[in-house]
Nanobody, 120 residues
């Protein structure tokens, strides 16, 4: 069974930075798209950024030029560098991984979430 371990959330002042990490462990035949989502109180979960195995990353308009997603396939890890944070970025951030546990089968898994709070 594949599990994701997230880290890096916390409390930061407006204009500050945080770096989230998400490491996958378990039986992974091949990795697919890795992404970060967030859910603020009273709102639906939304895509923040995603990155395929090859090709360009995709970002929500609200975070373009401020956030950068990257991945290290050797470590089965995806990162989210968040700069110029705003109070509107406050949310629980979730990692998502699409993968194949064996040839011809696809699945996805969610992390447990990490709280990001932007406040002075």
């Amino acid at each position: 069974q594949v599990q994701l371990a997230e880290s890096g959330g916390g409390l930061v002042q407006p204009g500050g930075s945080l770096r989230l990490s998400c490491a996958a462990s378990g039986r992974i035949f091949s990795l697919g798209v890795m992404g970060w989502y967030r859910q603020a109180p009273g709102k639906q979960r939304e895509l923040v950024a995603s990155i395929p195995n090859s090709g360009s990353a995709n970002y929500a308009d609200s975070v373009k030029a401020r956030f950068t997603i990257s991945r290290d396939n050797a470590k089965n890890t995806v990162y989210l560098q968040m700069n110029s944070l705003e109070p509107e970025d406050t949310a629980i951030y979730y990692c998502n991984l699409k993968f194949s546990p064996r040839w011809g089968v696809t699945s996805d898994v969610w992390g447990q979430g990490t709280q990001v709070t932007v406040s002075s």
